[in-house]
């Protein structure tokens, strides 16, 4: 059973961004707001199911994920946009609980949170397209 080195980097950098995730809010006590919760529903699952998959030698999973993948990312693009671009906001997605708008800081003064995951998926995206191109060109070559 062949294995992929980048379905299991996806799956450890999946892992990462959920531990940095949880330790935001339950260690720094940093409350996320709805965007924040948006890309946690996103990312959560992506632990469980690339892990599976990365034991199982399920190299296809890419076409079932990607399309969380850019939701996530689709999201945190967004948040982005309203804390970047000043007086910006079309749609009020924030209700009870933080700002969505709010910037919290996190390294080198200039990185958000949402900054961070939106470079989480597009690397997870990256190493799954790795994988799935890896594999295609394998059964291709098979036959």
Known sequence: ????LEL???WLLASIGT?????????RH????????FQRICLFPLVIILGIAAYK?????????????????????????????PGWNPI???????SCSEKYYIGLGMITIPM???AGFIVIGVFLLLCWKRNTRK????K
């Open 30 to 37: 940093l409350e996320p707001c709805h965007m924040c919760w």
């Open 8 to 10: 299991y980097i996806a």
């Open 57 to 85: 030698s399920f190299f296809d999973i890419t076409r079932y994920v990607l399309p969380q993948i850019i939701i996530g990312l689709v999201v945190a693009l967004y948040q982005i946009a309203i804390q970047e671009i």
């Open 139 to 142: 059964q291709m070559e098979e």
């Open 19 to 27: 531990l940095v995730s949880l330790y935001f809010s339950e260690i």
């Open 116 to 118: 961070l995951s939106a």
């Open 92 to 98: 009020d997605i924030c209700g009870a609980g933080p």
């Open 1 to 4: 059973m062949a294995r992929s």
